[in-house]
């Protein structure tokens, strides 16, 4: 009864649909978790055992109808619920209680599922860090800004939470904490009731164990047909390593780890090629930049107009910032994100899935800043889906990730090569 | 001083600048004219005639920075507004008090403007309609979904107000009420704080009397330069005639005043030609049902699972449409999108602009419904500019609109193109 907190989502949704196992049972394994470990790790905003067993308690009245039927999931505290308060990861909204759930959230409730609680999210999904820790190292940020998502999902306390990507937001927390992390195409999960930080950037995903556990609630919620799983090993999969522009950011650890990924790969019968990027590839980074930051100087107007002082440092810098990029500069980024986004269409039309860095290394020791999100960037921009998978290990034993992004709108492929990827590394 | 309420925006804010006129005085005539009317229009949600003056006395206390200072903005009841309850048109959230202020609310304020109410929305921004009542006949609809921003303007009770459109909710309400209606580029206003319906479709934009007074109120949200009108004598536009696929829908009256336009044009030494679109074209009525359909059924899965007796009868039934649209036929509908955007901008290589029924006709008479949306709904799908402007007269004496439409992103020369031809057939 102690591991049912281990199981994946999909195990426990089909052990709960072949009545073998009661919501209920797997809700408590999880709050019995969090019981024991949230003092250390911190990964909640909101939490209301008595609520999430109660949930629980009424999806088991209930046939199961759907693969999400009785599972716990948990939400980042940028998504709105009107059962529990909602603060944005901001002073500013302290004890704020929405009136309505975001729709993914009312989704997964429709859909059978169990609200669990709120992460801790960073300051309105920016870069000032929450409470969060690194439950493989305590010393040492988990990421952000889906820190208590990432947090919670490694330390077995949710086998699925909601994460937010606007700049690398999902893909380095999973990273740094050793899970799985899937940033779905743009405009995949319906974003009603997000906290909107950069309308054409922000994208809702979710943070897993496993890969089909991603494909699951993604495929769920936005109606997809659900991914087999069973054509994984017969795959071949074209693969282009990609280094990235940024490489030279990456450290040594992150840099073997993936050149000596590639052989191995072929070993496991892969087509492997590097691809470059050209140079307008080069400026995703900084139009990512332009264009979030131009976005969050308007989206957050009411904040920092009646609330400057409640809100950090870092992030006043990001708006001050914001209000000084021109409409012209905006527009300018705007076009070149489509160049770019028309042209990795084209790549993709020789790859599967291309192969790149998570992050630059290691989670970094401390709290104060939540890591750099130079590899997660370029890929929000471009639109397509990216998932992380825990696969390498680095120097002082912490995991390191490795990310497989593919074509626009290409979700489902995507992930089952993501998934060929993990076995073909995990062997 | 009575006649102060039907100063233009642009009017308005250069004797504000200039010192010769308060914004209190200006709100107040705003306010003297809606006591005489509202009880006939039945425009406002909320009205607060103190609050209103206190901001535009705050005002009158500051120097004037901006082209919106002191002037007065109706808000409709879909954008949130932390110091007014807003309904998105629904009994479900009766009182519903938002904990912020909309982006675009918030940069009114910042900017300088008074918020002067929260203007009728119909339910959610659908077709289910509110009290309003069309301006110029009181037994007529003033459209929907942004009933309360048209009629409003119509009557001279605000100068600019915000509407939303996700299919025509913008251009014909305008159209019926005889006032200038722009939906500007997809993702020019910061829709941050907006009430979602369909993320990628719902587009902020305002209903104003003049061109003018619609480019300076998203110019200043936008950061986009202030377009100078002065040019507008010189033009020499190129316009296409683009009767649409849906033509035999206009009835007679549309239809005649259209083509009696071409000669009109050519003589003020526009270039004109028939714009035939190519069949894709004609499914884009059905592609805005399918996308818009699949989205609603997600965005307010929390009013239907909750409040299902609370919402009316036509938006169940959309939402149930919704709930059978597959993901496949989600998909292929946003691939026709896409296709039929690019070769729209094909199409804007040889036109300025071109030239379009707003509506099907005169405003129907009867409250029941708010009028049919087909000569908005691809306009909306294609994601360029459009306006509509109070050019033609109908049958029975009310107004009939022209539509002009423009290049994604060219909004400045599409206004400038819609002024010309206000002009030309306005002589």
Redesign the interface.
């Known amino acids: 009864m102690d591991n049912l907190c281990q199981l994946s989502a999909t195990e426990a949704a089909a052990r709960i649909a072949a009545g073998k196992l009661k919501s209920e049972a797997l809700v408590a394994a999880c709050l019995e978790r969090i019981g024991r470990r949230e003092n250390d790790v911190q990964a909640w905003a909101h939490l209301d055992p008595e609520l999430a067993l109660k949930q629980a308690r009424e999806c088991d009245r209930q046939q199961p109808r759907t693969r999400l039927h009785g599972v716990p999931v948990g939400v980042k505290d940028v998504i709105d619920t ?1 059962d529990m308060p909602t603060e944005y990861g901001s002073p500013i ?1 302290r004890g ?1 209680q929405p ?5 993914c ?3 997964v ?2 859909l059978g599922g169990v609200v669990l609680g709120k992460t801790v999210s960073t300051e309105f999904a920016t870069r000032h860090p929450g409470k969060t820790r690194n439950p493989r190292d305590p010393a040492r940020t988990p990421g952000g800004s889906s820190s208590g998502s990432a947090a919670a999902v490694a330390d077995f306390m949710v086998p699925l939470a909601f994460g937010t990507q606007t700049t690398s937001s999902i893909i380095r927390p999973a990273a740094y904490c050793g899970v799985v992390g899937y940033k779905p195409t743009f ?1 995949v999960i ?4 997000l ?2 930080l950069s ?2 950037l922000d994208t809702i995903g979710v943070l897993t164990r496993t890969v089909p556990d991603a494909a699951l609630i993604v495929e769920e ?5 659900a991914t087999s799983f069973d054509a994984v090993p017969d795959l071949k999969p074209r693969i282009g390593f990609c280094r990235t522009p940024y490489w030279h950011q990456a450290d040594h650890a992150t840099q073997e780890a993936l050149e000596r990924a590639v052989p191995r790969l072929e070993q496991s019968r892969a087509k492997v090629k590097e691809v470059e990027l050209d140079s307008e590839f080069a400026r995703l980074v900084e139009v990512q930049v332009t264009i979030s930051s ?2 969050i100087y ?6 920092r ?2 609330f400057p002082d409640l809100i950090s440092e870092n992030l006043m810098g990001r708006i001050l910032g914001g209000s000084r ?3 012209a500069q ?2 300018e980024a705007q076009a070149l994100a489509s160049r770019c986004r028309a042209r990795l269409d084209d790549v993709f039309r020789d790859y599967d899935a291309l192969l790149a860095p998570s992050a630059i290394g290691e989670a970094p020791k401390g709290l104060a800043s939540t890591g750099d999100p130079v590899f997660g960037s370029s890929w929000t921009v471009l639109h397509g889906p990216a998932v992380t998978l825990p696969v390498f290990t680095g120097p002082t034993g912490l995991p390191l990730g490795a990310q497989i992004t593919g074509p626009r ?1 290409n979700d489902a492929s995507t992930l089952l090569c993501a998934e060929w990827v993990r076995r073909a590394l995990s062997e």
């Not at 319906?190 to 009731?193: E, P």
């Not at 308007?298 to 904040?303: D, F, G, N, Q, V």
């Open positions: 009107a909204y704020h009136k309505c759930d975001a729709a959230v009312a989704q409730r429709d405009n319906n974003r009603a009731g906290k909107f309308d054409s919620l936005s109606g997809s047909r131009f976005e308007r989206a957050l107007t009411y904040e107009t009646h990029v021109t409409r905006y527009e709108g």
